[in-house]
Protein backbone atom coordinates (compact mmCIF):
# COMPACT_ATOMS: atom_id res chain seq x y z
CA UNK A 1 0.00 0.00 0.00
CA UNK A 2 1.47 3.20 -1.14
CA UNK A 3 1.29 5.97 1.62
CA UNK A 4 1.78 9.39 -0.08
CA UNK A 5 3.93 12.23 1.22
CA UNK A 6 2.94 15.98 2.01
CA UNK A 7 5.25 18.37 -0.05
CA UNK A 8 6.09 21.08 2.55
CA UNK A 9 9.18 23.92 1.87
CA UNK A 10 10.19 21.45 -0.97
CA UNK A 11 10.89 18.07 0.76
CA UNK A 12 8.47 15.35 0.95
CA UNK A 13 7.85 14.16 4.64
CA UNK A 14 5.67 11.80 6.41
CA UNK A 15 2.19 12.79 8.07
CA UNK A 16 2.08 12.94 11.74
CA UNK A 17 -1.39 11.99 10.97
CA UNK A 18 -3.13 9.05 12.87
CA UNK A 19 -5.83 9.49 10.51
CA UNK A 20 -6.27 8.54 6.14
CA UNK A 21 -7.80 8.78 3.81
CA UNK A 22 -8.40 5.95 1.32
CA UNK A 23 -8.01 6.54 -2.66
CA UNK A 24 -10.03 3.55 -4.30
CA UNK A 25 -9.95 2.64 -7.73
CA UNK A 26 -13.47 2.90 -8.67
CA UNK A 27 -13.65 0.32 -11.47
CA UNK A 28 -12.34 -2.07 -8.44
CA UNK A 29 -13.07 -0.70 -5.16
CA UNK A 30 -9.69 -1.86 -4.39
CA UNK A 31 -7.68 0.59 -2.10
CA UNK A 32 -4.52 1.66 -4.08
CA UNK A 33 -3.52 4.66 -2.11
CA UNK A 34 -4.05 6.58 1.40
CA UNK A 35 -3.24 10.15 1.65
CA UNK A 36 -3.00 11.67 5.12
CA UNK A 37 -5.45 13.45 6.82
CA UNK A 38 -3.24 16.33 7.20
CA UNK A 39 -2.74 18.01 10.77
CA UNK A 40 -3.33 21.81 11.46
CA UNK A 41 0.28 22.18 12.01
CA UNK A 42 1.08 20.82 8.78
CA UNK A 43 -0.96 22.74 7.18
CA UNK A 44 0.46 25.87 9.09
CA UNK A 45 4.09 24.67 8.08
CA UNK A 46 2.60 24.39 4.35
CA UNK A 47 1.30 28.04 4.31
CA UNK A 48 4.55 29.71 5.93
CA UNK A 49 6.49 27.63 3.59
CA UNK A 50 4.65 29.26 0.70
CA UNK A 51 4.13 32.72 1.74
CA UNK A 52 7.99 32.53 2.47
CA UNK A 53 8.67 31.36 -1.23
CA UNK A 54 6.28 33.71 -2.53
CA UNK A 55 8.67 36.90 -1.28
CA UNK A 56 11.65 35.14 -4.05
CA UNK A 57 8.87 33.78 -6.42
CA UNK A 58 7.08 37.22 -7.13
CA UNK A 59 10.79 38.83 -7.61
CA UNK A 60 11.92 36.27 -9.93
CA UNK A 61 11.62 37.86 -14.01
CA UNK A 62 8.95 36.43 -16.16
CA UNK A 63 11.79 34.75 -17.89
CA UNK A 64 12.97 32.62 -15.65
CA UNK A 65 8.98 31.61 -14.26
CA UNK A 66 9.01 30.32 -18.19
CA UNK A 67 11.90 28.69 -18.27
CA UNK A 68 10.73 26.91 -14.63
CA UNK A 69 7.07 25.93 -16.71
CA UNK A 70 8.76 25.03 -19.65
CA UNK A 71 10.91 22.53 -17.89
CA UNK A 72 7.86 20.93 -15.75
CA UNK A 73 5.98 20.62 -19.39
CA UNK A 74 8.49 18.38 -20.33
CA UNK A 75 8.64 16.51 -17.38
CA UNK A 76 4.94 16.23 -17.80
CA UNK A 77 5.72 14.76 -21.25
CA UNK A 78 8.34 12.51 -20.30
CA UNK A 79 6.05 10.86 -17.96
CA UNK A 80 3.18 10.94 -19.71
CA UNK A 81 2.34 6.99 -19.19
CA UNK A 82 3.29 7.04 -15.58
CA UNK A 83 0.69 9.83 -15.13
CA UNK A 84 -2.03 8.01 -17.40
CA UNK A 85 -1.79 5.00 -15.31
CA UNK A 86 -2.46 7.12 -12.23
CA UNK A 87 -5.49 9.01 -13.47
CA UNK A 88 -6.42 6.13 -15.15
CA UNK A 89 -6.66 3.78 -12.10
CA UNK A 90 -7.54 6.94 -10.13
CA UNK A 91 -10.56 7.90 -12.34
CA UNK A 92 -11.57 4.72 -13.70
CA UNK A 93 -11.22 5.87 -17.39
CA UNK A 94 -10.54 4.29 -19.85
CA UNK A 95 -6.63 4.14 -20.48
CA UNK A 96 -6.89 5.64 -24.41
CA UNK A 97 -9.01 8.32 -23.53
CA UNK A 98 -6.66 9.48 -20.77
CA UNK A 99 -3.72 9.19 -23.08
CA UNK A 100 -5.65 11.31 -25.35
CA UNK A 101 -6.78 13.55 -23.13
CA UNK A 102 -2.81 14.41 -21.28
CA UNK A 103 -1.50 14.59 -24.81
CA UNK A 104 -2.97 18.55 -25.22
CA UNK A 105 -0.10 19.70 -22.80
Known amino acids: M ?9 QFVDSNTSEW ?4 DPATQEVIAKVPQTTDDEINQAVAAAQAAFQTWR ?3 ITT ?3 IFLK ?3 LIR ?4 ELA ?3 TAEQAKPLLM ?3 MCSVV
Request: no cysteine.
Open 59 to 61: KTP
Open 85 to 87: EIL
Open 98 to 100: RVA
Open 65 to 67: RAR
Open 78 to 81: DHMD
Open 21 to 24: IDIT
Open 2 to 10: HHVKQLING
Open 72 to 74: YQA
